[in-house]
């Protein structure tokens, strides 16, 4: 049974993803968060409620040890299952000027996304190798491509995930394997709460914020059958900001 590994999809933009990988790709969907156990239950009702199956899979994406030992002791309790699709989408944003930028925020930034991403490919590509066969998307953002004012942190993460996705592409494209990055710009969710849309909106071309379910069905598109020839591309979408 293939299924689809999607990092932080209790919430946001990988809940949507979850979902619509289930409804599109018929897959099986792990459901990854962090500590937030009601919103990936509710991710999985509504999974469920669809058709689909899934189950919930709680990893702090940046610990590593956490991360093998709960991936290999599923795929040792599930050796019909197999991760198809991974999609890093956990991150998350401490937003500062860059003198004021803590430490302890630098790294939680750099790690949920860089190392996470690190930590659960490794996780899953051995399979995918042997198999010739997998689909991996990172979540990056507008960030990391043009830079922003008060997310030093942020896009440097943004930005490390895409080059890691232009590297890795290049290795295991022989393999029938892709890695694509999605780079949203402004996306309605918990993320961006604290923005002001009714001001920002302006910055943006469609003079609108996207929704969750728009980057879904790209991401979903991209773990399909149909994009085996696109690898190692970054895809914008954000409304036609000029990245
Ligand atoms: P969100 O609504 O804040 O959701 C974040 C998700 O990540 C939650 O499911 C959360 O789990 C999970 N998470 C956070 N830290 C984690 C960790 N250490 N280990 C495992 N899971 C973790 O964010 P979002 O807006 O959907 O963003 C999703 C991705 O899109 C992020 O990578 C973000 O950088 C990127 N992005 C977002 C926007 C935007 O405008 N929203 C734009 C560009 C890029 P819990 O529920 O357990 O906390």
């Known amino acids: 049974m ?11 933009i990988g809940k949507a993803v979850a979902i619509q990988l289930s409804k599109d790709l ?3 969907i792990l459901i990854n968060y962090s500590s937030n156990t009601d919103a990936a239950k509710e991710t999985l009702a509504e999974i469920e409620s669809n058709g689909g199956t899934g189950e919930l899979m709680q990893f702090n994406v940046q610990d590593a040890q956490a991360v093998q030992s709960i991936i290999s002791k599923w795929q040792e309790e599930n050796p019909d299952k197999y991760v198809e699709v991974l999609v890093n989408n956990a ?8 003198p004021m930028i803590s430490e302890e ?19 899953v590509l051995r399979k995918m190798l042997r198999n010739r066969s997998g689909r991996i998307i990172n979540m990056a953002s507008l ?14 993460a943004k930005g490390a995930m895409i080059a890691a ?3 890795l592409s290049q290795e295991i494209a022989k393999r029938k394997i892709t890695v694509n990055a999605v780079a949203p710009g402004f996306i309605t969710s918990d993320m961006t709460s604290d923005l002001d849309e009714e001001q920002l909106k302006h910055m943006v071309p469609a003079q609108r914020f996207g929704s969750a379910e728009e980057v879904a069905h790209l991401v979903s598109f991209l773990a399909s059958d149909k ?3 696109i690898t190692g591309e970054v895809i914008n979408i954000n409304g036609g900001i000029y990245a």
Do not use: E, F
């Open 227 to 229: 994009a085996a020839y």
């Open 26 to 28: 018929g897959l099986h």
């Open 105 to 123: 925020d630098w790294d939680a930034v750099l790690n949920i996304s860089v190392k996470g991403m690190y930590n659960c490919t490794q996780a």
């Open 165 to 167: 996705t232009k590297s």
């Open 2 to 12: 293939k299924c689809a590994l999607v990092t932080g999809s209790s919430r946001g």
């Open 143 to 156: 960030s990391g491509l043009k830079g922003n004012p008060g997310q030093t942190n942020y896009a440097a």
């Open 91 to 98: 991150g998350i944003t401490r937003d500062n000027l860059l």
